[in-house]
């Protein structure tokens, strides 16, 4: 009797096991943008969606926020937040929409509310993006965004063709040396392959509530 029951579970335990390491961990290039239809508050007071954004050659999505020293900056690091006014022009010109999400759902109460998301945008010079909040972080859950920030660009038929870091330096603008996101967004206007389509993301962790 006991020898029948070993086997089923052993199976089943099995089946776990395999379905547990193919549950994808991460969008992957060539997916399809999801949740393209969520809407979510923005800043100038509109809900609005990934598709309401998106513009003729494609939509980069950025997870961000108001708190993480890698956004912001802090004591020796310029953070990355300077550099959004820029990417926005960048992305406008080449015909590429762009969003910020702020998906810090655990942080509602210290820092990441959508006041504090209208005031960071207006002190800091990105006011004319889109910056939006992300309820329960479920737009982070659907893409497997881990960091603030955290970078995802898909092309006119919103497929993901470059994910992960906007540069290679976090401290400095002026000492980076690989401009992954530009040259990303550039590429895909002119229809060139990029490379590299993925980097490694740095940054904080979404603050997401458990």
Not at 1 to 30: C, D, N, R, S, Y
Not at 74 to 87: F, I
Not at 195 to 204: I, R
Request: proline share 3%.
């Amino acid at each position: 009797m006991k020898k029948h029951l070993i086997i089923p579970l052993a199976l089943l335990g099995l089946a776990l096991t395999v379905a547990f390491q193919t549950t994808p961990e991460t969008l992957a290039i060539g997916a399809n943008a999801p949740k393209t239809d969520l809407k979510m508050m923005d800043i100038s007071g509109k809900k609005i969606t990934l598709k309401d954004i998106r513009k003729d050659n494609g939509l980069l999505v950025i997870f961000s926020c108001n708190t993480c020293p890698f956004v912001i900056g802090s004591e020796g690091s310029e953070g990355w937040e300077g550099r959004y006014a820029g990417l926005n022009k960048i992305a406008t010109e080449h015909g590429v929409g762009m969003v910020l999400v702020n998906s810090n759902e655990a942080k509602r109460d210290a820092g990441d509310n959508l006041s504090d998301m209208k005031d960071r945008a207006k002190n800091h010079g990105f006011a004319d993006c889109h910056y939006v909040l992300d309820e329960k972080s479920e737009l982070a859950n659907a893409f497997f965004a881990r960091t603030t920030p955290h970078v995802y660009l898909f092309d006119k038929n919103m497929k993901l063709v470059y994910k992960g870091s906007i540069d290679d330096n976090v401290d400095d603008s002026k000492k980076v040396t690989q401009h992954y996101l530009t040259d990303a967004i550039k590429n895909l206007s002119k229809g060139l392959t990029i490379d590299p389509a993925e980097t490694k993301p740095k940054g904080c962790s979404i603050k997401r509530v458990s």
